[in-house]
């Protein structure tokens, strides 16, 4: 049953902590990405991969960091720098690149809330 | 700046009739643009595209236009049904072929 996958899909985190956000697809896709969403608002990007081992920042990037070790696995870490962490948490995945009329399969979100 | 702009208001239509949903742009020519659907505390799901070069996308009840002069997308949804209620997104890609998402509008189909 091909996908992609979120977890944890509500999370907790005292002020000041790091905390990582899981995201696994096996769709064979090449791109990931990684988007906020707050109320009102549209999916921000925070990170892109358009190949393993290679990520650029997206329009949000500032207290987030990421990694792309494997094809199928692009976690998100929210760091302490991260002013205002609170928010619905979106990874996608796609064939290829966008800029190449790709679309983009999401996960089911994970909803991160700073106690 | 690039900005996509749809109707933040709710757009409250009867079962049976068509919605007819905006997206205007600025400052940009998106090659793309994409239409998503999202339901409350879900990820989006892709729905149709459409290119520059193209007027018209349909699939099934959906009908989707471009107009590059007037830099808007509408899209349509007819003889809607109460399943079709959810916040649908609008997202053409940027100068750097990333797609930029709209905030959004929430279609409520009553019976």
């Known amino acids: 049953d091909g996908g992609i996958t979120q977890s944890p899909k509500y999370l907790f985190r005292k002020e000041g902590q790091n905390v990582t956000l899981s995201c696994e697809q096996n769709?064979?896709?090449?791109?990931m990405y990684w988007y906020r969403q707050d109320p009102g608002q549209g999916l921000r990007l925070i990170y892109y991969?358009?190949?393993?081992?290679?990520?650029q920042k997206g329009d949000i990037a500032e207290g987030y960091s990421v990694s792309r070790e494997k094809k199928e696995s692009f976690p998100l870490t929210v760091t302490s720098a991260q002013k205002n962490p609170t928010a619905f948490y979106l990874c996608?995945?796609?064939?290829?690149?966008?800029?190449?009329?790709?679309?983009?399969?999401f996960g089911p979100g994970t909803r991160l809330t700073v106690l | 700046s690039q900005k996509i702009e749809q109707n933040s208001e709710a757009l409250n239509i009867q079962e049976g009739k068509t919605a007819t949903l905006t997206c205007n742009y600025t400052n940009y020519s998106p090659a793309y643009l994409q239409w998503y659907r999202q339901d409350p505390g879900r990820g989006p799901v892709f729905l149709l595209l459409?290119?520059?070069?193209?007027k018209e996308k349909r699939k099934e009840r959906l009908k989707v236009t471009f107009d590059t002069t007037l830099k808007q997308s509408l899209f349509h949804i007819t003889a809607s049904q109460p399943a079709d209620s959810a916040t649908y997104l609008c997202a053409p890609t940027d100068s750097w072929g990333k797609l930029q998402f709209g905030a959004g509008t929430q279609v409520v189909v009553t019976p």
């Open positions: 769709l064979n896709h090449d791109a």
């Open positions: 459409i290119r520059e070069n193209e």
């Open positions: 996608a995945s796609s064939i290829g690149a966008t800029h190449k009329g790709n679309e983009q399969f």
């Open positions: 991969s358009q190949i393993v081992n290679d990520f």
